[in-house]
C-alpha cells in the first residue's frame, strides 16, 4: 500500500506536468520517457494511469491535445497555428484527428464560432 501510494504520487504529479506541456505546446512525454520520470514500470504506469484518468496515455494526450487546439481556435487562433502549436506538423493528420473527437473538421469548427458571433 505504501509503495502504491508513491506511485499514484508520482503519477498525479506527472499528470500534472503533463497537462502544462500540452497546454504550453511543448515535447510531450513518450511512453517511454514517462515511465522513466515516474520511476516505475510500464505495467504499473499504464494501470495507474488507466485507473486514475480513465483511459490510456496515448488517447490522453491526443484528446488533451485537441481540447488545447479548440480553445486556441476559440481564442482566435488560425487552424494552422492552432495545430502547429500542439504538435501536429501535418495539417490533415490534425484535421482528421480533431474531427475523430470533435465531430468537424477544425475549419468548420471555426466557422461554426464564426456564425455565433
Do not use: W
Amino acid at each position: 500500500e505504501r509503495l502504491l501510494s508513491g506511485d499514484a504520487a508520482r503519477v498525479a504529479a506527472f499528470k500534472e506536468r503533463l497537462d502544462i506541456i500540452i497546454e504550453d505546446g511543448g515535447e510531450i512525454p513518450s511512453m517511454e520517457e514517462a515511465i522513466e520520470i515516474c520511476d516505475m514500470s510500464k505495467m504499473s504506469f499504464s494501470k495507474l494511469f488507466q485507473y486514475f484518468y480513465k483511459e490510456n496515455y496515448s488517447d490522453y494526450i491526443k484528446k488533451a491535445r485537441i481540447r488545447t487546439a479548440v480553445r486556441l481556435i476559440k481564442e482566435g487562433y488560425s487552424v494552422t497555428d492552432a495545430g502547429h502549436k500542439i504538435g501536429y506538423l501535418n495539417l490533415g493528420h490534425f484535421a482528421r484527428v480533431f474531427f475523430e473527437e470533435v465531430g468537424m473538421t477544425p475549419k468548420k469548427y471555426q466557422q461554426s464560432l464564426q456564425l455565433k458571433r
